[in-house]
């Protein structure tokens, strides 16, 4: 597998009127070609931030990413102006994303054809003819049914999870190396959106297109993926393989999300507490107020970066990576 993304200190804040908002706190992953990363973690900690960082796509103002680096092939695409020929061509052609609202990102004055035949144009040397010929291909792909016809409906013709399901086809046709999914099932009824995680993970799997699934649903990322990062306040507190994750989780906030999964016939535990302000952090592990096992260094002691502690399994917890005497 060869390295397709390499991300380092990504921190990324808005000027608001209460202060600066951190809301990506110095993160660093990678993807390979051709595999899954999940990225989880409650609502407002940075996962479609982050996201939007490294394509270009943070309003500025009042965003600004103010520190790293986001290697794709040769490119710093931090270093990329947003509307620059180069960025255009790698979003779309090389990278795409898929949102949770497909509305937002399709056209309605456009057929379904018009579309996605006018990026493989953008992008690629081909005939109008060739052009929509794919686009049936792709159509028939994502599972549209008699693409024939489909493909000369208006987006508004069609049902939300088939209007999904083009979107997941855009995201694909021009072959993209790299795929982000920002929580692009999560609108969706839980029958659909289990139709529609497997024919993506089907897809990206048969064409080799790595893949970021952003979700808050850690279930859906531990089906699916390869690798997990686990976001808090910001911050990436853990990162490892599902199965490093999922057997052995070493952050207390990840052991929380893991007993969130719901169980059948098991009571659901929520989290207790909030997220902490994003303004003016404190220097300490940001999920101490809700830990249940702190301990007085945790007070004291500044937060730690993501630290290796075994295989490809990290944390930012210094109680669980031997970055604190236990004192229990
Ligand atoms: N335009 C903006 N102005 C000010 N703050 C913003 C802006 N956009 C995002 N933020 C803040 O950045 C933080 C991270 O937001 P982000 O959208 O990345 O969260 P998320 O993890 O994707 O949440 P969700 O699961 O709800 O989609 C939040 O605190 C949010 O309020
Ligand atoms: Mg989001």
């Known amino acids: 597998m060869s390295r397709l993304l390499t991300v380092e ?8 009127e209460r202060g600066i908002v951190r809301a990506v706190n110095n993160i660093s992953y990678t993807v390979d070609s051709g595999e ?11 996962k479609s931030v982050s996201q939007m960082s490294i394509m270009g796509l943070i309003p500025s103002p009042p965003g600004k990413v103010v ?4 290697i794709f092939g040769n490119t710093d695409l931090l270093k990329l102006k947003k509307e620059s020929k180069e960025m ?25 054809n018009k579309q996605m035949s006018e990026m493989l144009l953008e992008h690629k040397s081909i005939s109008k003819k060739e052009a929509r010929e794919r686009v049936i291909d792709m159509l028939r792909q994502v599972g549209i049914p008699d693409p024939e016809s489909r493909a000369d409906d208006y987006p508004h013709q069609m049902s939300g999870g088939m209007r999904q399901r083009v979107m997941v086809g855009m995201a694909m046709i021009c072959d993209p ?3 982000i999914a920002d929580e692009a099932t999560t609108a969706l009824d839980a029958t659909i959106q289990a139709q529609l995680l497997e024919m993506m993970n089907n897809l990206v799997r048969e064409h080799h297109t790595a893949m970021v699934m952003v979700t808050h649903n850690l279930g859906i990322v531990a089906r699916y993926a390869d690798r ?3 976001m808090y306040a910001g911050s990436i507190i853990e990162s490892g393989t599902v199965k490093e994750i999922w057997a052995n989780p070493l952050h207390p906030y990840t052991e929380s999300l893991i007993h969130c999964v719901p169980q059948l016939g098991q009571k659901v535990e929520a989290i207790p507490g909030m997220p902490p302000s994003l303004i003016n952090r404190p220097p300490t592990c940001p999920f101490l107020p809700r830990c249940k096992y702190r301990q007085k260094c945790c007070f004291e002691d500044p ?26």
């Open 9 to 16: 200190g990504l921190t990324t804040e808005f000027k608001t």
């Open 36 to 46: 899954i990363v999940g990225v989880v973690g409650e609502s407002g900690c940075g």
């Open 67 to 70: 520190a790293g680096t986001a």
């Open 88 to 112: 255009c061509e790698i979003r779309g052609n090389r990278i795409s994303m898929i949102f949770q609202e497909p509305m937002t990102s399709l056209n309605p004055a456009l057929t379904v």
């Open 177 to 179: 190396a790299l795929i």
């Open 228 to 230: 997990i990062n686990v």
């Open 303 to 328: 937060v730690q970066e993501l630290t290796l502690v075994e295989g490809t399994h990290s944390t930012m917890c210094a109680l669980r990576s031997g970055g604190a005497k236990n004192e229990q």
